[in-house]
């Protein structure tokens, strides 16, 4: 699954959105571009859990469909 998150923008972010997936689920996979903004994350958790995990730190997330 692929979300856009505008306001990340440097390696804090990275690891900051990471962690959080992380701790959602623990097996996720996630894969961050900061240059074009997305977060791909391969779990099990629905778009609208990960969506609110994301928000819940402070980075806003608009999950993209295929």
């Known amino acids: 699954m692929k979300y856009h998150v505008p ?3 440097c390696g804090h972010c990275e690891a900051s959105i990471v962690t959080s997936i992380n701790v959602l689920d623990a097996d996720a996979k996630v894969d961050v571009d900061l240059a074009t903004k ?3 994350i391969d779990s099990q958790r629905h778009a609208a859990d990960i969506v609110a995990a994301l928000n819940g730190i402070g980075f806003p997330a608009t999950y993209m469909p295929d």
Do not use: E, F, L
């Open 7 to 9: 306001d990340m923008s």
């Open 38 to 40: 997305t977060v791909t």
